[in-house]
């Protein structure tokens, strides 16, 4: 094992920067398409349709899956509870189904093909300078998904050197040992980068490359869910009680679907390797479906008791 040399290690660093910038601008790309058509056609009819709590669900998934971003989904909920223009009791499952479209981001990941990346950005420039109001949707839809992918390349090379790194190699091998600390790992990393589909495309290339063992990764994905909340908890303070509470339905949520799967997730990669034996990121892009998906399905049935203390957390 060696160290980094300056220079590798500003290039390395340089390279994981842009990889990264080029991956939020194609999400921000993605979720632009259709902020404001989802945010107006929501403000129009989102008490309507999400009085049956399944189908608020399924709202949930496919309004994230569009801005590709669960945050931006609760944010926009909190701002419509915030303008009584939503019951909170309606918003819960909107939420949970917003953590399920979410993973989706980790899916398309787990499919990426680098060939394609030139052919959805020269498309998708040629779709977005047509007159065509849905013509420029879908090109800047396809620009962004050509851009996330090239800032999954470009991470992807640079965290090659890592393996050779003692310092790095000796901080794996710690979290490696102790759930408990990888799930603080995902809870700090992503309060910090501000989106978990960042976080857990991270986690996929690390993975892919042999840096992290998938076991270990399903636990920083797991505090991942939980630091993800600290979006929508700032976003929370500039509204009234409820869109706090709205907030804390949020974090409620993500904490006990942690807690639910902390001593499973042998079981949970269990699964996942049958599924995906040979592909590491579509083991971690499974495991995040299925721990939104499966956590959804036990608090479902419970939203209006989450309801009930956020409001007893954030009082009258």
Request: proline fraction near 3%; aromatic fraction near 8%; hydrophobic fraction near 50%.
């Amino acid at each position: 094992m060696s160290k980094l040399s300056i220079n590798s290690y500003l290039l390395t660093t340089v390279m994981f920067a842009f990889g990264i910038s080029l991956f939020l601008i194609g999400v921000y790309i993605m979720s632009s398409s259709f902020k404001n058509i989802a945010s107006n056609k929501l403000r129009q009819h989102i008490n309507k349709i999400t009085s049956n709590r399944a189908f608020a669900v399924i709202i949930g998934i496919i309004i994230t899956s569009l801005l590709q971003s669960s945050s931006a989904t609760t944010i926009i909920i909190i701002s419509l509870v915030h303008g009584k223009l939503i019951n909170i009791y309606n918003a819960a499952p909107i939420i949970m189904g917003a953590n399920i479209g979410t993973t989706i981001t980790g899916q398309l990941i787990s499919y990426k093909n680098d060939s394609m990346v030139p052919y959805l950005l020269i498309i998708g420039f040629l779709l977005f300078i047509s007159p065509r109001k849905t013509s420029k949707v879908l090109g800047k839809v396809l620009m962004g998904l050509g851009l996330i992918f090239c800032g999954i390349e470009i991470l992807s090379y640079s965290m090659s050197p890592l393996k050779s790194v003692d310092t790095f190699l000796l901080l794996i091998n710690k979290i490696n040992k102790n759930k408990l600390l990888g799930v603080l790992t995902g809870v700090v990393t992503t309060s910090i980068i501000q989106s978990s589909s960042t976080g857990v495309a991270i986690l996929q290339l690390m993975a892919s490359k042999a840096i992290l063992p998938v076991p270990t990764a399903i636990n920083i994905m797991l505090g991942q869910n939980i630091g993800t909340c600290t979006t929508t908890l700032v976003g929370s303070l500039a509204t009234n009680r409820i869109g706090k509470q709205t907030a804390i339905i949020h974090l409620i949520f993500n904490l006990l679907g942690v807690v639910i799967f902390f001593y499973f997730t042998d079981y949970l990669f269990y699964i996942v390797y049958k599924l995906s034996p040979a592909d590491a990121a579509k083991q971690i892009a499974n495991a995040h479906t299925i721990f939104n998906t499966v956590t959804t399905i036990i608090l479902l049935p419970f939203s209006s008791l989450i309801v009930k203390i956020s409001k007893f957390i954030v009082k009258e």
